[in-house]
């Protein structure tokens, strides 16, 4: 089996004027590489990169010819049509043709993903049950408590009483935004309202230096949350995240901000997260990611990667280090989880559960894609 094509789509959600703010930056409501793969046995597969970054970097990437690395070659070796395209991070070719290395990561990911995909649907069998088959439903968190302009307590009530309405068991909320006091109150609220048989996360989005990380660890205990999230700054974050496991209960986790599969191996080294949260979508595809929950069950550390629910299920299924998946069911943040694809996996009651059509089992909107998508390929 041979890739014939690609058609390339930049997935953007309309500026509202009022953007979701974590700690220092703002996340984008959609940023999202989507490569629908083409192959001579009439088999599609389709993939999804994710970025915080400008995405003009991949579009350039595309638009000078880094398909005619793609095209041509065989999907059911993902392994080998990976390690070429991650491959050309470190050669002369993508200097010449000003391709970036973190476009080359994050085409890797989707062109990998999408490869995965046509392997599913070759295989006659959805990908979780080929990545190893340990469960067909998951547990699913909502993330949410975003800072926003104007956003009050009385607003903070209102978004969560509505995700609590809507059958969550696990809450991940964002913290370091403001000073340690304000946010204390933020999260007792969100507590108060979620109750306290749910689990609340804490997402600091590396936000705090190493002394309030642990003052903040301190007077977070009381609420109990099942794990403390990127707590500390980036400069130093793996030896400083060592250092403040020694001094709090709380799990703490990591792993999204990592550019490779190799940067997340150095955080299991450094043995002082108990969760990883790499994004199959960001880097690697699921060719790493499998890697990764598997080097996790070996080290006694619980797989809950970033975004993307309906892509990292099958990861999460697949392993007994599999935890939790990450969801965004306020559309208002990201529209593209409540609209992309047509008849998703159901969430509900804190699980979602996966579907048994084969490879990824997504189908994608068409009304969706010509209302979010700009095709570049």
């Not at 965004?328 to 804190?350: K, S, V």
């Amino acid at each position: 089996m041979k890739i014939t094509g690609l058609d390339v789509y930049i997935l953007r959600a309309p500026d509202t004027g009022r953007p979701h703010w974590v700690s220092h930056f703002i996340v984008p409501k959609a940023n999202e590489i989507l490569v629908r793969m083409y192959t001579d046995a009439g088999v599609e597969g389709i993939g999804i990169a994710t970025s915080y970054t400008p995405i003009e970097a991949a579009i350039h990437a595309f638009r000078s010819g880094i398909a005619e690395q793609i095209v041509g070659a065989d999907p059911l070796a993902p392994e080998r049509l990976y390690q070429k395209l991650f491959a050309l991070t470190s050669q002369r070719l993508a200097f010449e043709k000003g391709w970036s290395r973190e476009a080359l990561v994050r085409i890797s990911a989707a062109v990998d993903i999408a490869a995965w995909d046509i392997i599913g649907k070759v295989a006659g069998l959805p990908l979780y049950r080929l990545f190893g088959g340990y469960r067909s439903e998951v547990p699913c968190y909502v993330t949410c408590a975003y800072y926003r302009d104007g956003k009050d307590l009385a607003e903070l009530r209102d978004e969560m009483e509505m995700l609590k309405a809507q059958g969550h068991t696990g809450f991940k909320a964002k913290a370091g935004g403001v000073g340690l006091a304000e946010d204390l109150e933020r999260l007792a609220l969100v507590r108060e309202v979620i109750g306290k048989d749910k689990d609340l996360m804490v997402d600091v989005n590396r936000g705090w230096d190493l002394a309030t990380a642990i003052e903040g660890a301190r007077l977070l205990e009381p609420l109990r949350p099942r794990w403390l999230e990127e707590p500390v700054r980036w400069a130093d974050d793996r030896r400083e995240l060592k250092l403040l496991a020694q001094q709090t209960r709380i799990p703490l986790s990591a792993g999204e901000s990592e550019l490779t599969s190799y940067g997340c191996r150095a955080l299991l080294e450094e043995q002082a997260i108990r969760i990883l949260q790499f994004d199959c979508t960001m880097m690697g595809g699921f060719t790493e990611g499998r890697k990764l929950a598997a080097l996790c069950e070996m080290n006694h550390v619980e797989v809950a990667p970033h975004h993307d629910c309906f892509i990292h299920a099958h990861i999460v299924a697949a392993s007994p280090a599999g935890c939790i998946v990450e969801s965004f069911t306020d559309p208002e943040r990201d529209p593209l989880q409540a609209e992309l694809f047509e008849d998703p996996p159901r969430i509900a009651n804190g699980r979602l559960t996966l579907k048994e059509q084969p490879g990824l089992g997504l189908t994608l909107s068409e009304a969706a894609l010509k209302k979010f998508g700009e095709r570049i390929l």
